[in-house]
């Protein structure tokens, strides 16, 4: 399933060319057309989900997996890469900009300039009730799920 006018669907279809790096029959993997740092990969579904959570549980497990590959290819490529980040924007006010589910994997390495700025909240430990009210509340949907 893919969607006409999604920019990860047209590469799936072809209709827009990409760097490839694995391809198999649930998910692609390819070079970042805008990267952060080179060797920034992205990791996709086949199929055209906006959230992580459509996605189907194998599709979803192998893109995680292929993720996990390319952290150790990456590593051993001799590109720059003392660390990796995998980020995964689950919706708008996360900054999701494509909104076909993907999966960043972004070499880092000392000095790179690139930083994740959390206004207001780095630094504050939050109460212990509201951590609790929050799990209980994650919890309580998690038994059907």
């Known amino acids: 399933m893919t969607d006409k006018d999604c920019i990860f669907c ?3 279809r072809k209709e827009i060319p990409s760097t490839v790096v694995y391809e198999d029959e649930l998910v692609m993997a390819f070079m970042d057309a805008m990267p952060v740092n ?4 992205l990791v996709i579904p086949k199929e055209h989900q906006q959230f992580i959570s459509n996605v189907s549980s194998e599709a979803s497990a192998r893109m995680f997996e292929v993720a996990r590959k390319i952290n150790t290819a990456t590593r051993e490529s001799g590109l720059d890469c003392d660390a990796l980040n995998f980020i995964l924007s689950d919706g708008p006010a996360a900054s999701q900009e494509v909104f076909h589910s993907h999966l960043h994997s972004i070499p880092r390495y000392e000095g790179d300039g690139v930083r994740f700025h959390y206004p207001n909240k780095t630094g504050k430990m939050a109460p212990a009730e509201e951590l609790s009210a929050a799990a209980e509340k994650i919890k309580s949907r998690l038994k059907g799920l």
Do not use: R
Not at 38 to 41: L, Q
């Open 38 to 41: 080179p060797g920034h990969v």
């Open 10 to 12: 047209k590469i799936l």
